[in-house]
């Protein structure tokens, strides 16, 4: 339904009325297939507030995903709840203003600066990117350029150029014949938001905003405490500055009026707002964080800037005397010289301090990210303290979600492959096994981090080993990688011999659960579905595995064969192996019978295998429904034949230490890192993003404790549980797992 359409002289305000009441905005997060294309992510979708309520607000069944309209494709999607985030009017008219879906995307996770321009208003002091260059300029108009019927009109920003930028605009306030706003002759321009640069707001938007810090003598003490090892004569503390040094308008900001960007030559680099930049906050310990906003502040002489740090270190939202500069949670922000900022050495190469090259080229090894010899995984607390945090873990890069997940998942908290990094390799020159151990293993474990073109690097070279091009640009299946790398590529043993009735020993590397679906199993865990799938293909285990790979029947979203599956943190593969010593279901004793009829007789057992005595294999098979089953002998070792009533049968169980998970082809993980049933960490290496296409995926690692309420709940009340109540990322763990990572301590040391 379309609503009345504003006229382009209609001002902010008038827009900001919401006079299409009859729809609801959205910003789409990830990509969705749509026939032989894709809608990417940043488009925006809408869909009507009426149709929206009924989806979401339904008794029984609430809707998972949203049927909405692209607005500029003229598509209809059916898309996951998940993957929209809403956007009032006002939001995503501006963002439809940027061209490019990608760099909406961007502008939209940033939030601060979205934030500043739905609360811009006319005559506001603003600096302008323009021409490579910063200059300063006044806001004269907010709102459309368009008149017409279109749906959702773009929202721009019409500035006229000041100072130095005087003369360098292409309007004098009038578009297509349209006067807009009134300008020197070509000192206008009409930008889309993520042009500007809002350095002060006026007075009005700060109502309603926290008050800040005031002078006190206890506030003074707790910001020297803070701040004790960063320079404190770089510092802008707000107790020090008098009331006269508050500016009464934004037109009173001091901007610089060469129209250069605020810079300072820092080792031959530069610093601009949303430059990522690391403080020395203590003596050994630095913060790190993001240029919200350069400038000039009354009676300080030196650039300065006012940054949003990663963690609580800092003192202020973005206010300083009363005056707000930028946006940012309590205690985050800081105000600081220019000269005291570094570049996030994170993000730079140490050869020649320029920004690293993700770029599928000439990958040299760089010795400065290598970690050399063995070490060990990270336990317990330690795993906590060198992962735990952003810009943690393994960084994502080009669709290599599947690859860091796999990788996290099997080396950040367990040793059982760890062969692999040391055995000698398949290919003689075994560059691809150091690279694998030096790059990423290694550094993983003692710095808690692993940058991208690390990975890129494994990436390349297994392109080069694999002759599969794709390895370097497009997404895989995890299974797809480790078969690659363990197989064609290490030359590792294969982790599981299965054999089936009447054939030869299987060898492989992962298992894939195939099941016919039991309308009973609602809410199966782990141990059931591998049970089913055992017997469903008449397999056995030749031997105990030192570790066990198992892929869940789930192929993405759409494909789910239970809604959720319960973890099973231990896995008793006893009856699983093939000429092993087994319980007798009836009475404990040793088993020497075995009947596949008996597998669905719950009567029986719990147990989905059903094996028996000699004596309880008779006295079963007498009752009328059992009559026809035909019970097979096992082979038992003879050690245990000599004493079958007495000998204690022992049970074969591995560990839980890792789940991947996926969800709109988005890999992520969650690992066991101690022995605590809270002892959980969740990774997912493109948890956040800074910059747009030119940025930087940040990767996240956080501890997920809510996991072990669910895993200890009652089988009924995972099964009546909505996922999208579920605290934290508990969902993601039932709901999305898409392979399940067993080990045996014990076998490891064999293997």
């Known amino acids: ?399 290599s979600c599947y690859m860091d997940a796999a990788l996290f998942s099997l080396f950040s908290c367990s040793s059982i492959l760890d062969s692999l990094l040391f055995k000698p390799s398949y290919f003689p020159n075994g560059q691809i096994q150091q690279t694998l151990r030096e790059e990423i293993v290694n550094p993983l474990r003692k710095k808690g981090f692993v940058s991208a073109d690390s990975v890129m690097n494994l990436r390349h070279q297994l392109m080069q080993e694999s002759q599969c091009p ?13 078969n690659v790398i363990m197989h064609r590529i290490l030359g590792a043993d294969p982790l599981l011999k299965l054999q089936s009735q009447g054939r030869g020993v299987q060898e492989c590397y992962c298992y894939q659960i195939f099941i016919e679906k039991k309308q009973e199993m609602t809410v199966p865990n782990v141990q059931q579905l591998l049970e089913q799938s055992f017997h469903h293909s008449n397999l056995k285990l030749t031997e105990v595995p030192s570790c066990f790979i198992i892929q869940m029947p789930r192929f993405g979203k759409e494909y789910k064969m239970f809604s959720k599956i ?31 009829e008996c597998f669905k007789d719950v009567i029986l057992s719990d147990h989905g295998l059903k094996q028996y005595c000699s004596v309880c294999c008779i006295q079963v098979h007498t009752h009328h429904k059992r009559k026809d089953h035909k019970p097979v002998p096992l082979k038992v070792p003879k050690g245990f034949l000599k004493d079958p009533g007495l000998s204690k049968i022992p049970r074969e169980t591995l560990e839980l230490f890792a789940v991947l998970c996926i969800e709109t082809s988005h890999y992520v993980s969650f690992v066991k890192y101690g022995a605590g049933t809270d002892s959980w960490i969740f990774f997912d290496s493109m948890a956040d993003r800074f910059g747009s296409e030119n940025g930087y995926n940040i990767p996240r690692v956080s501890r997920c404790p809510e996991v072990a309420t669910y895993l200890s709940s009652p089988l009924e009340e995972l099964v009546s549980q909505n996922p999208r109540e579920m605290k934290g990322v508990a969902k993601r763990l039932f709901c999305d797992a898409y392979m399940y990572m067993y080990q045996s301590k014990r076998m490891a040391l064999y293997k």
């Not at 794709?470 to 480790?482: A, G, H, I, M, V």
């Open 1 to 399: 339904m379309q609503g009345i359409r504003p006229h382009p002289g209609d001002s902010m305000a008038q827009l900001g009325r919401e006079v299409d009441d009859f729809l609801m905005y959205f910003i789409l997060m990830e990509k969705i297939p749509v026939g032989t294309r894709v809608v990417e992510p940043g488009r925006l979708c809408c869909m009507s507030e009426e149709a929206y309520i009924q989806s979401v607000s339904a008794d029984q069944n609430p809707a998972h995903s949203l049927y909405v309209s692209v607005i500029e494709e003229n598509v209809q999607v059916d898309a996951d709840v998940e993957v929209l985030q809403a956007l009032t009017r006002k939001q995503a008219a501006m963002l439809l203003a940027i061209p490019s879906p990608t760099e909406r995307l961007s502008c939209f996770l940033e939030r601060t600066l979205l934030q500043q321009a739905v609360q811009a208003e006319v005559g506001q002091q603003v600096l302008v990117e323009h021409e490579q260059r910063l200059f300063p300029a006044l806001l004269h108009y907010v709102g459309s350029t368009l008149n017409s019927n279109t749906l959702l009109p773009p929202v721009c920003f019409g500035v006229e150029l000041e100072g130095e930028g005087e003369g360098r605009g292409n309007i004098d306030g009038s578009y297509k014949g349209v006067i807009f706003f009134k300008c020197k002759k070509d000192s206008g321009l009409l930008l889309p938001f993520n042009k500007i640069i809002f350095c002060g707001m006026p007075p009005a938007v700060e109502v309603g905003t926290p008050s800040p810090q005031r002078s006190s003598s206890k506030s003074e003490d707790r910001l020297s405490g803070e701040l004790l090892s960063i320079r404190l004569d770089t510092v802008v503390k707000e107790e020090t500055a008098s009331a006269k040094d508050n500016p009464s308008s934004a037109s009173e900001l001091k901007i610089p009026s060469n129209g250069e960007k605020v810079k300072e030559n820092i080792r031959d680099r530069y610093l601009d707002v949303n430059s990522l930049v690391q403080i020395q906050y203590k003596e050994e310990e630095l913060a790190f964080g993001i240029i919200r906003w350069l400038g000039y502040l009354p009676q300080k002489e030196d650039a300065m800037a006012g940054v949003e740090l990663e963690e609580d270190k800092g003192c202020t939202d973005g206010m300083w005397c009363g005056h707000r500069y930028f946006f940012c949670p309590a205690k985050r922000g800081i105000f600081l010289k220019l000269k005291a900022c570094q570049p996030d050495t994170r993000f730079l190469s140490n050869r020649d301090g320029q920004p690293k090259s993700l770029e599928v080229t000439e990958h040299g090894t760089d010795d400065s990210q290598r970690v050399l010899g063995k070490v060990p995984p990270l336990q317990e607390q330690a795993a906590v303290e060198v992962l735990e945090g952003d810009m943690r873990g393994i960084q994502g890069h080009c669709n």
């Open 470 to 482: 794709s390895f370097t640009t497009s997404e895989k299946d995890p299974e797809e990688f480790l």
């Open 566 to 596: 319960v973890p099973s943190l231990q896995l008793d593969i006893t009856d699983l192996l093939l000429n092993s010593p087994r319980e007798c279901v009836v009475c404990g004793h040793l088993a020497t019978q075995e009947c596949a």
